[in-house]
Nanobody, 126 residues
Framework: QVPLVESGGGSVQAGGSLRLSCAAPGYIGKSWCMGWFRQAPGKEREGVASIFTIGDGTNYSDSVKGRVTISLDKSKDTVHLELSSLKPEDTAKYYC???????????????????WGQGIQVTVSA
């Protein structure tokens, strides 16, 4: 199984923007849902955004709603996460994930996702 691979992370000042990408060859076609998660040091992994692979319905956590956009590029087997108006509290390692089931897509629950990338760091300075 080819792994999910995140890219586009880095360091940015507060108020800035980043675009994360996840190369997901073969996953979008066999998964009901693709998601982005993040984990800061000492904290649990939390859902950020998710998107149904059929219909493209999206879901966002309250902490990022209005500042984040998730999208699919099915022609390139890629999932994007646009981050804007970044805050220092957005600093975390961001993970891409795929879910075979659609059951937990709405709530972006980590345990409901089956395949994970290695993650990529996003650091926001004040």
């Amino acid at each position: 199984q080819v792994p999910l691979v995140e890219s586009g992370g880095g360091s940015v000042q507060a108020g800035g923007s980043l675009r994360l990408s996840c190369a997901a060859p073969g996953y979008i076609g066999k998964s009901w849902c693709m998601g982005w998660f993040r984990q800061a040091p000492g904290k649990e992994r939390e859902g950020v955004a998710s998107i149904f692979t059929i219909g493209d319905g999206t879901n966002y956590s309250d902490s990022v709603k209005g500042r984040v956009t998730i999208s699919l590029d099915k022609s390139k087997d890629t999932v994007h996460l646009e981050l804007s108006s970044l805050k220092p509290e957005d600093t975390a390692k961001y993970y891409c994930a795929a879910a075979i089931s659609k059951d937990y897509c709405h709530v972006i629950w980590p345990a409901g996702f089956d395949y994970w990338g290695q993650g990529i760091q996003v650091t926001v300075s004040a």
